[in-house]
């Protein structure tokens, strides 16, 4: 089974909206940690926003929140006042245990655009 | 400036050559990783790097031989790679054993062309 799911390959969204991008994952460690990427076409992976598994409260960024479903597994990217800067695509990622080391697992990734 | 460097971010090689991809990150930290990024797939693990200890190998063909000399610098060398080792390579490095999260934080990445 996969450990990340992203089920939208590309997304579309007006400028100024707000946009949810989906992630659903799956483990049994109780202890683990969801992350979100960006990667331009530049290629560079920039870090977004963390959640952790015991995390009371959703996680938020600027313009970034998390929205953490720990029952239904699902940790959602909120974009909200999309720019268009904002054109690229999203990795859900996901580390499981609290070990350096510990793998990485990353979604397929979905690919948005902002429309002026 | 970006944490993490790679050198160079664009490199064609013939399946005989032998090169190396190079990995800097100015964020003090301990842990360092190698990435592989194909079309449409999702990023792959390739090597772990904790306190310049290898610490995970996932599998990864022998032509792929990576290199940690300090906490700083971390090297893939490349040999008698074939046309499917095209992709981007990414590195990452991470605080390491202190707790907390332990974000990962990518370089721009090299992209690789075997022809």
């Known amino acids: 089974a996969q450990k990340i799911t992203q089920t939208q390959p590309g997304m579309f969204v007006q400028e100024k909206e707000a946009v949810t991008l989906d992630c659903t994952y799956d483990?049994?460690?109780?202890?683990?940690?969801l992350f979100w990427y960006k990667q331009p076409s530049s290629g560079e992976m920039i870090f977004l926003i963390y959640?952790?598994?015991?995390?009371?409260q959703n996680a938020t960024e600027g313009r970034y929140s998390l929205n953490f479903q720990k029952a239904r597994k699902s940790a959602n990217l909120v974009i909200s006042a999309s720019q268009l800067g904002d054109s690229a695509m999203y990795f859900c990622?996901?580390?499981?245990?609290?070990?350096?080391?510990?793998?990485?697992?990353f979604g397929t990734g979905t690919s948005l655009t902002v429309i002026p | 400036e970006t944490g993490v460097t790679q050198t160079p971010r664009h490199l064609v090689m013939g399946m005989t050559n032998k090169k190396s991809l190079k990995c800097e990150q100015h964020?003090?930290?301990?842990?360092m990783y190698w990435y592989k990024q194909s079309a449409k797939k999702p990023l792959e693990l390739m090597f772990v790097?904790?306190?310049?200890?290898?610490?995970e190998n996932n599998s990864v063909p022998s032509r792929f031989s990576p290199e940690c000399p300090n906490s700083s610098h971390l090297f893939l060398h490349l040999h008698t790679l074939q046309p499917e080792d095209s992709a981007l390579y990414l590195c990452?490095?991470?605080?390491?054993?202190?707790?907390?999260?332990?974000?990962?934080?990518f370089g721009p990445g090299t992209r690789l062309t075997v022809l």
């Open positions: 990452a490095s991470s605080p390491g054993p202190a707790g907390g999260p332990d974000t990962q934080y």
């Open positions: 483990t049994s460690d109780p202890s683990y940690g």
């Open positions: 959640q952790g598994s015991y995390d009371q």
């Open positions: 990622a996901m580390r499981e245990g609290r070990n350096t080391g510990n793998q990485f697992y």
């Open positions: 964020l003090g930290h301990n842990a």
């Open positions: 790097y904790s306190l310049e200890e290898r610490v």
